[in-house]
């Protein structure tokens, strides 16, 4: 059974640019959370989708948008890439009618360098 | 408000005990995730407790006190690999709110 899967791994773009990463969640996962890590920083949680919709949202600004699809996977979008959008991107999926938030599982992230 | 406090850096010997302290303030708390991560790596599931008290798990402990927005991790017989980042989470609302995370150095 693969966890939860994050493509591409590593990710290097310029200023200006726009990426888009992958998330596809464990088995059985409906509900998929995106979050932001800066070295030496928590993770910040950027926004959260189910049943294909944003659910709840950090404080990131509007070039940060998401999407999820029919199979639960989820994608996220950064436009107009800045210097400080370098960071690692997690990806954390969780069963929205599990006991109380079971364990949310990450997958090995996306480390995106912006140059 | 949501706000976690953890310490930033501790240091161990192996084979020692060590306790990682956190507090919380988590509007719709839900309950307390701590995660091991490795440096460049993403951060690994160690606990989650949601009713006040220990929860035990080979070499680590967490426990947590509501009523004090309080939670720890212990670690016991510690091993090199354990020198990682640990990160504090609570749940509120669905969504995981992280501290900083606090450093361990295990030396020989």
């Known amino acids: 059974d693969a966890g939860v899967t994050q493509s591409p791994t590593h990710l290097i773009k310029t200023r200006g640019q726009q990426v888009t990463l992958r998330c596809s969640p464990k088995?059985?996962?409906?509900?998929v959370s995106w979050y932001q890590q800066a070295l030496g920083q928590g993770p910040q949680f950027i926004f959260q989708?189910?049943?294909?919709?944003?659910?709840q949202r950090g404080n990131f600004p509007d070039r940060f948008s998401g999407h999820q699809f029919p199979n639960y996977s989820s994608e996220l979008n950064v436009n107009a890439l800045l210097l400080g959008d370098s960071a690692l991107y997690l990806c954390?999926?969780?069963?929205?009618?599990?006991?109380?938030?079971?364990?949310?599982?990450f997958g090995q992230g996306t480390r995106l360098t912006v140059v | 408000g949501q706000n976690i406090d953890q310490p930033t850096e501790m240091t161990a010997t192996e084979g020692a005990i060590v306790q990682i302290n956190c507090t919380y303030q988590?509007?719709?708390?839900?309950?307390l995730f701590w995660y091991q991560q490795h440096a460049g790596e993403a951060p690994t599931f160690l606990s989650y407790?949601?009713?006040?008290g220990l929860e035990e798990k080979g070499r680590f402990s967490s426990f947590l006190s509501r009523s004090k927005g309080y939670s720890y991790l212990l670690l016991k017989e510690l091993q090199m690999k354990d020198s990682a980042s640990y990160l504090c989470?609570?749940?509120?609302?669905?969504?995981?709110?992280f501290g900083t995370g606090t450093r361990l150095l295990v030396s020989p």
């Open positions: 989470a609570s749940t509120g609302f669905q969504k995981l709110v």
């Open positions: 088995s059985g996962h409906d509900t």
């Open positions: 954390a999926s969780s069963f929205s009618r599990g006991p109380l938030n079971t364990e949310a599982f």
């Open positions: 407790n949601v009713l006040d």
């Open positions: 989708y189910y049943e294909e919709e944003e659910r």
């Open positions: 988590t509007s719709g708390f839900n309950g």
